[in-house]
């Protein structure tokens, strides 16, 4: 609207507007017919009467994003490693890659297991990634299989592992049979012979501790100097529970024996 001076003025239409019916002619504190401060009242009180409404609808809207960005991650990780990308720049360093023959766009590596038919194979971004993390880290191997069937045929493949968790978490359902399985059994006996069935740490035999159980640990890792793996010098008779403190010793502790020997 326009007055007599030719100015122009807006008048708010809320009824409870303290300036209801009065002309404004700052234009700027206006949205649409309405004051901002009659405007942002009125934003309020809306949504203080449909508050369950508006969160209702922000949760979905969340979960909907959500639920985009997760199905793009699992695209992503699951889609086969391309040459190109960064990742495999990085992984380059410790695994051998080449180009896929068929598609030069993706990268290839080699399956672990020394037996396996295909040799090479395209790993999916999942798999480059968890390597990496594991190379850098020091914990695991999470090494490159192409099925699971490599993965349980492959030597490579620590199915150590498994009795390692179980002796830091649940070591009564290991039997002796199983824990001394590592060890050829001749050379263990000869180091259990030589020491008198008595660990050389706690000093507890096998005569005063008829349940005690024995194990043969040696001083300089077999996986790291294999020469010395039969070495009786080289090796000393344990209890489980000191065999367990002398794996936990930096240097000597199990992930980092795995990370220097594979």
């Known amino acids: 609207m326009i007055d007599e001076n030719g100015r122009e003025y807006k008048i708010c239409i809320d009824p409870n507007c ?4 009065e002309p404004q002619y700052d234009l700027t504190r206006f949205v649409g017919r309405y004051c901002k401060d ?6 309020r009180e809306k949504y203080a009467q449909n508050k369950e409404y508006y969160r209702k609808q922000k949760r979905e809207s ?5 639920t985009t960005v997760k199905a793009r991650k699992k695209k992503y990780y699951n889609s086969p490693l391309k040459y190109t990308s960064k990742l495999t720049q990085r992984i380059m360093k410790y695994e051998e890659i080449r180009q896929d023959p068929d598609n030069p766009e993706l990268a290839q590596v080699k399956c672990t297991y020394h037996k396996c038919e295909k040799v090479w194979f395209t790993p999916t971004v999942m798999q480059a990634s968890n390597r990496l993390k594991a190379i850098n880290n020091g ?8 099925s699971d069937q490599c993965k349980n045929r492959c030597p490579m493949y620590w199915q150590k592992d498994e009795k390692k968790i179980l002796v830091e978490i649940k070591p009564e359902l290991l039997d002796e049979e199983t824990l ?3 060890i050829d059994p001749e050379f263990r006996d000869m180091v259990f012979e030589r020491d008198n069935y008595t660990c050389c740490e706690c000093g507890r035999s096998k005569d005063e501790f008829p349940d005690l159980i024995l194990q043969c640990h040696h001083i300089e890792s077999k996986t790291l100097n294999p020469m010395m793996a039969c070495d009786l010098d080289n090796a000393k008779t344990l ?5 367990l403190k002398a794996h936990q010793k ?5 992930y980092q024996l795995r ?3 594979c």
């Open 239 to 243: 209890c489980f529970e000191c065999h």
């Open 38 to 43: 009659c405007a942002n009242r009125r934003q």
């Open 250 to 254: 930096d240097g000597c502790k199990y």
């Open 18 to 21: 303290p300036h209801h019916g």
């Open 139 to 146: 914990i695991g191997e999470l090494r490159f299989y192409c």
């Open 62 to 66: 969340l979960k909907r994003t959500s």
């Open 259 to 261: 990370r220097d020997f």
């Open 180 to 182: 001394l399985s590592e």
